[in-house]
């Protein structure tokens, strides 16, 4: 069963605006942790966000923030005034307890391109 | 502080060749994870080691694929022999914690394998 779903294969933004990446999750357990990763065309993943699933408000990061909304099993990615550097993919992932300890699972990702 | 290191950086193989892969994680981080990402998909967890134990290995082609950390510091994941679907990228991460839900990773630049 697909875990972790990112129903935008690709998502366009003008420069200076702001974006929202979209993340939905499947999980029964109540603890868990949802984290957004960035890999540029250099292919080297980075750590953007993480939120837990205890947390009472929403994480944010400089420009990064997650909107967290647990009874949908929502957490998108917003990213305010775009740049240009911002030209990426877009992971999300979750953190969740199996058999063997912590797993992090990924979805497929979303493709953003900033518009001069 | 440096990053975590992976070598090598591309490898074209023929089909049914052995390689190996090596990864250096961040000094002093406990747990070590290999990924698989084909094109166009998310990374999908191969092996998890905490220190030289491995944690998770449930995604790991064991018919093919193997991995060790020695001393619990690097590791090498190994294919013999290799598939043309075995073709992706292999991205190493790091993480200095060992439990918890805050568990950010940190990525190597990835091994860009082709298989012929």
């Known amino acids: 069963a697909q875990k972790i779903t990112q129903t935008q294969p690709g998502m366009f933004v003008q420069e200076k605006e702001a974006v929202t990446l979209d993340c939905t999750y499947d999980?029964?357990?109540?603890?868990?942790?949802l984290f957004w990763y960035k890999q540029p065309s250099s292919g080297e993943m980075i750590f953007l966000i993480y939120?837990?699933?205890?947390?009472?408000q929403n994480a944010t990061e400089g420009r990064y923030s997650l909107n967290f909304q647990k009874a949908r099993k929502s957490a998108n990615l917003v990213i305010s005034a775009s740049q240009l550097g911002d030209s990426a993919m877009y992971f999300c992932?979750?953190?969740?307890?199996?058999?063997?300890?912590?797993?992090?699972?990924f979805g497929a990702g979303t493709r953003l391109f900033v518009k001069a | 502080e440096a990053g975590v290191a992976q070598s090598p950086r591309y490898k074209i193989i023929e089909k049914r060749q052995s390689v190996a892969f090596w990864c250096n994680p961040i000094?002093?981080?406990?747990?070590l994870y290999w990924y698989q990402q084909i094109l166009g998909q998310g990374p999908k967890l191969l092996i998890q080691?905490?220190?030289?134990?491995?944690?998770?290995d449930s995604q790991l082609p064991k018919d093919r694929f193997s991995a060790e950390r020695l001393k619990g510091v690097d590791s090498t994941l190994k294919i013999q022999p290799a598939k043309l679907e075995d073709s992706a990228v292999y991205l190493c991460?790091?993480?200095?914690?060992?439990?918890?839900?805050?568990?950010?990773?940190?990525f190597g630049p990835g091994t860009r394998l082709t298989v012929t």
């Open positions: 991460a790091s993480s200095p914690r060992t439990s918890g839900f805050l568990g950010e990773q940190y």
């Open positions: 999980t029964s357990d109540p603890s868990y942790g």
């Open positions: 939120q837990g699933s205890y947390d009472q």
């Open positions: 992932a979750m953190r969740e307890v199996n058999t063997g300890g912590f797993k992090t699972i």
């Open positions: 000094s002093g981080h406990a747990t």
């Open positions: 080691f905490q220190n030289n134990g491995v944690v998770d």
